[in-house]
């Protein structure tokens, strides 16, 4: 059984939030509030690399909570890709790498694209419908 994405989101590499689509969770969120849980997240997550005991720390790519889990995959470009979802949720970081190919596929591609504006581009978002169904998330297991 494959587990509920609630939404996703990607951000450019200066924190703006370039990509916002909700999958039907129960607290929808209004254009001000998605753009405010962007921000929050780029900063976390830049926080996180600074402060990590770790040497060449990424920053987070996991945050779990009681009623959701948030996956995050940051390119090599810093576009963050992140996905909030039911916790438990199996995959997520191959769903994630298999929406940062489809971005460079169909969205870097497009030559009517400009870097680090938002996304508007048809064709990403008809497979990236398709690739977040719920009976393709096991597919992606790969």
């Known amino acids: 059984m494959a587990a509920a994405i609630y939404s996703l989101y990607i951000i450019n590499k200066s924190g703006g939030l370039i990509y916002y689509k909700d999958y039907g969770s129960a607290g929808r969120m209004d254009t001000n509030d998605s753009l405010r849980v962007a ?12 402060l990590s005991p770790v040497s060449g720390c990424s920053g987070i790519e996991l945050l779990q909570a009681d009623t959701f889990d948030l996956h995050c995959y940051q390119s ?5 890709f992140f996905v909030v979802c039911e916790p438990g949720t199996l995959h997520m970081e191959s769903l994630l790498k ?3 190919e489809l971005y460079t596929d169909y969205v870097l591609k497009n030559p009517f694209y ?15 419908t398709q690739a977040v169904q719920k009976d393709r998330v096991a597919f992606l297991g790969r």
């Open 39 to 50: 921000s929050l997240w780029h900063s976390m997550h830049a926080i996180s690399q600074q």
């Open 76 to 80: 090599l470009t810093g576009t963050k």
């Open 98 to 100: 298999y929406i940062y």
């Open 114 to 128: 400009e870097m680090e504006m938002p996304i508007r581009c048809e064709l990403f978002d008809i497979n990236l």
